[in-house]
């Protein structure tokens, strides 16, 4: 069984910063890609930044990009998420993703976390 665990979440008040992590553990055999999603009360799933675990290719949407940066440590399964200059319509829960094979499936799933998180305020 693959567990995704997020961790970094917290208050934070406008201009600040956080650092989000994720650790995939448990039967995960390897890992195409991470990335974050967030999704805020009443409002549908929206996607953050990925990274690839091949290349470090990354991707992000423009309302993030400048402020927000993905970095990854293979041999730990982590993926972090660097959070600056945070406006609090960048509060939501925040859930972490991983694209890979668990045991010695030969087919890829999207795992997920719990989500940790975050909010924006003074």
């Known amino acids: 069984q693959v567990r995704l665990v997020e961790s970094g979440g917290g208050l934070v008040q406008p201009g600040g910063s956080l650092r989000l992590s994720c650790v995939a553990s448990g039967s995960i055999s390897s890992i195409s890609a991470m990335g974050w999603y967030r999704q805020a009360p009443g409002k549908q799933r929206e996607f953050v930044a990925s990274?690839?675990?091949?290349?470090?290719?990354?991707s992000s949407p423009n309302s993030v990009k400048g402020r927000f940066t993905i970095s990854r440590d293979n041999a730990k399964n982590t993926v972090f998420l660097q959070m600056n200059s945070l406006k609090p319509e960048d509060t939501a829960v925040y859930y972490c993703?991983?694209?890979?094979?668990?045991?010695?499936?030969?087919?890829?799933?999207?795992?997920w976390g719990q989500g940790t998180q975050v909010t924006v305020s003074s």
């Open positions: 990274i690839s675990w091949t290349d470090s290719t990354t």
């Open positions: 993703n991983c694209n890979g094979r668990s045991g010695s499936s030969r087919l890829a799933n999207e795992y």
